[in-house]
């Protein structure tokens, strides 16, 4: 079965290019069909590049959390997306957009969960002096970087390692761990229904 992706990013967005990159492979069974973001994000640079079109929407342009969601869903939704990657994606999504979602709803994490779930992963891993960290894939449910783990790697931080440093080491396995899932996903040997059973 080939997948059809609908990617979420906040930022650069150097996941989403190696997903790119590795869905020019016709043999890799997924296609990202839309990029999404909740603003002009610096990765829609990649979108242009491999010719995959965008949507951009702002929580700001939004009375509510919940309208704003309740947009950001059916620019989705016009995808018909068969899975949905947050990759990068830095606001928390409303309870009913990850409802209408979830499980085929998946995140990127910089840290083995549940070891350092939020927004500062790599700098609360450093903050607590710990020997090694990690990157996660797993579910999107309705609490913070708490659903059913995909899979996960651990990474080791060196001495001297700063916030920079340390995300740039642990970028490229979360890519590995990213592509892996879909390729599981896609091959049926992922039911991301079972993991949250
Ligand atoms: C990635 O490390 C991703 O796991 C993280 O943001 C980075 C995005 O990098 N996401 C989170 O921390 C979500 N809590 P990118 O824009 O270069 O792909």
Known sequence: MVLSLVVLISGGGSNLRALLEASED???PARVVAIGA????DGFAHAEEFGIPTFSVALSNFPDRETWGDALLAEIELWGPDLVVLSGFM???PPRVVDALSPRLIN???AYLPEFPGAHAVRDALVAEVTETGASVIVVDNGV???PIVSQQRIPVLPGDTEATLHERIKPVERELLIQAILDV???VVDLAELGR
């Open 145 to 147: 970087d708490s659903g």
């Open 38 to 41: 909740d603003r002009d994000a």
């Open 186 to 188: 896609a091959n049926g």
């Open 91 to 93: 606001k928390l999504l």
């Open 108 to 110: 990127t994490h910089p």
């Open 26 to 28: 016709v043999e890799f």
